[in-house]
Every structure is written in structure tokens, then in C-alpha cells.
């Protein structure tokens, strides 16, 4: 699995963005860390991470088409039976994650909070191959 992260201070109106582009289509794992990152204070505690894309974005093959997808924790994601299998489960209830099919293009993942400000941790994952079966 290819992945890539981004450590960055999130602010009032000013969330910590990370870019990323992919060259094929690919399953992609994307998480917002604050309280397992494990610092004694100036972590964001409730992160919220969003999806943008220039294109549409189509969530798990429902057909409502979107340019941006957004979770706030990460139990709520649908396939988070996907985080449990790669072990990328978070392990505060309060991060967030995204389990998604993209097409090639450019990314980027906007980082806030609802909680909290302070210091946060972007995580992109690419799967080499095709998620479990549910």
C-alpha cells in the first residue's frame, strides 16, 4: 500500500490542505488524525476531513454526484468494515476517514475541526488492489 501524510496546524477558517494526484483509478483510504497522534496538548480533537476534486466524485456507487465527500467520524463512513481489514481503522472515534474509489486526476483534502484547534495529521492511502469483498 502507497501512502503519503501531511502534519499541519489547523486554525479558525483556515483548515490544513493536502494535495495528492493519481495516475490510474484506485481504491483510496484517506484519514484525519488529531487525538491519536498522541501529543500532550495542541492536537485538533474532532477532525473533519473533505474530499475536493475537479471532477465529480461518486461515493461508493450511489448515484448522487458530488465534487466534494466530507465525514466527521469515522464509524459513519460507508466500508469502514474496509478500515477494520486493513488496519486502518482510526483509534479515536472522534478522527475521520474516507474510503472511496477514484479516477486519475488531481486531489486535495481540506483538514479542520470541530472541536479544538491545533495540530493535525492528513493520511492518503492507495490500495495496491481491489478492497475486500463485503
Do not use: C
Not at 477532525?47 to 461515493?59: G, K, M, N, R
Not at 466534494?68 to 486502518?88: A, G
Not at 488531481?106 to 484547534?117: D, Q, R, T
Request: aromatic share 8%; net charge negative.
Amino acid at each position: 500500500m502507497t501512502n503519503t501524510s501531511n502534519r499541519a496546524e489547523v486554525s479558525e477558517g483556515n483548515p490544513a490542505i493536502a494535495g495528492f494526484v493519481l495516475n490510474e483509478p484506485s481504491w483510496v483510504i484517506i484519514r484525519g488524525i488529531g487525538p491519536s497522534m498522541n501529543l500532550e496538548s495542541g492536537y485538533i480533537d474532532d477532525p473533519v476531513i473533505t474530499l475536493h476534486a475537479d471532477q465529480y466524485l461518486l461515493e461508493d456507487f450511489n448515484d448522487d454526484l458530488e465534487n466534494s465527500i466530507t465525514n466527521d467520524n469515522w464509524q459513519d463512513t460507508l466500508r469502514s468494515d474496509t478500515l477494520d481489514h486493513w488496519k486502518l481503522a482510526p483509534e479515536n472515534e472522534n478522527e475521520s476517514a474516507l474510503v472511496t474509489y477514484l479516477n486519475p486526476g488531481p486531489y486535495k483534502v481540506h483538514l479542520s475541526s470541530n472541536g479544538e484547534l491545533g495540530s493535525g495529521l492528513v493520511e492518503v492511502y492507495v490500495a495496491p488492489y481491489a478492497l475486500p469483498s463485503e
